[in-house]
């Protein structure tokens, strides 16, 4: 058990970040928050107290009240009563990171309008989780949440994401795991390098590597449980010949210049400029020497 530092907070909304499975993955500074803020507000408040019991903090007699997607707009006056009254009021989420595709976000954004302060103990994320353990690229990625239910619109959304030069996170459902990764082979390509993430933190905790391909053909064969992150690398160069850049440049060469067509082609085809104008010249001077 930690030894716990009970203080006096400051008044404001305190954001703390809960365990995505181990217990013991909880700051000691949202320990402290927990024990020491006058109102305690969460989206399972079921949840919170075993957290809290795991941990040993007491409620000793401070509200805890729920606070989820169906009845915020009911439970957000009172917290914004206690933040007016200039009690410290904490909030967490499920599980992770409040607002990371849960609950939070409209009584932050109350709390700012109002001047109250906004306060936040980070930990726990599932996406970050599942972004280290994946093996593929970090230096840029792109949080998508959860993708539509149905084949159609989600089939959308990932062409939507297709071109972005970032590695694409994703939370999904056991359920829907399997047609998901097959749609986005069809729509991605099945050669995409991906992870599933499963299970984070916990006793059966899986990562799975491979294509897209690979990843849906697994999931096909043997559905899995559990909670879970999909990762997706980035669209590879698109390789485009020397004949394409040739094509692209005559197109644009009769009513630019030479550096306004190079210029134009390597941006539309996300090449090197001096590549692209060497060609152009090439094509330049043979065209000059027809005409002569
Ligand atoms: N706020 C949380 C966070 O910061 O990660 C996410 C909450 S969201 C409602 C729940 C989803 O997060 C799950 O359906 C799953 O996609 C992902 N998730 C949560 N815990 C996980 C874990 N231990 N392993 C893998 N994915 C997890």
Redesign the pocket.
């Known amino acids: 058990m930690v030894n716990l530092n009970r203080q006096a907070l400051a008044p404001g909304i305190y954001l703390i970040?809960t365990p995505?499975?181990a217990a013991r993955d909880i700051t000691l500074r949202s320990l402290d928050i927990l024990a020491s803020a006058d109102v305690i507000a969460a989206e399972d408040t079921r949840s919170l107290r075993k957290l809290m019991d795991i941990h040993g903090i007491a409620l000793e007699g401070r509200p805890l009240i729920a606070y989820h997607d169906h009845n915020g707009a009911q439970a957000r006056p009172r917290l914004m009563a206690a933040l007016e009254a200039g009690k410290s009021v904490v909030y967490a989420?499920?599980?992770?990171?409040?607002?990371?595709?849960?609950p939070g976000f409209d009584l932050a954004r109350a709390a700012i309008a109002a001047g109250h302060c906004v306060i936040s103990a980070p930990g726990?994320?599932?996406?970050v989780?599942?972004l280290t353990l994946s093996g593929l690229p970090t230096d840029r990625f792109l949080f998508a949440g959860?993708l539509p239910s149905t084949c159609a619109a989600r089939k959308t959304a990932l062409r939507d994401l297709a071109a972005v030069p970032a590695t694409l996170a994703?939370?999904?459902?056991p359920k829907r795991v399997a047609a998901m990764l097959r749609d986005a082979a069809d729509v991605l390509g099945g050669d995409r390098a991906a992870a599933l993430?499963?299970?984070?933190?916990?006793k059966f905790?899986e990562v799975l590597r491979g294509t897209l391909a690979e990843l849906a053909q697994e999931l096909q064969a043997t559905p899995r449980k559990?909670?879970?992150?999909v990762v997706i690398d980035r669209a590879g160069e698109v390789s485009v010949n020397e004949s394409d850049i040739e094509t692209a440049l005559r197109a644009v060469m009769g009513n630019m210049s030479v550096r306004d067509a190079a210029d134009a082609v390597s941006h539309d085809l996300g090449l090197k400029r001096r590549q692209v104008y060497q060609i152009a010249l090439r094509i330049g001077a043979d065209e000059r020497g027809h005409d002569g």
């Not at 993430?197 to 916990?202: A, G, P, S, V």
């Open positions: 970040a995505i499975g989420s499920e599980a992770g990171t409040p607002m990371v595709a849960d726990p994320s599932a996406v989780t599942a959860f994703f939370y999904e459902s993430c499963r299970e984070l933190t916990k905790e559990g909670e879970m992150v």
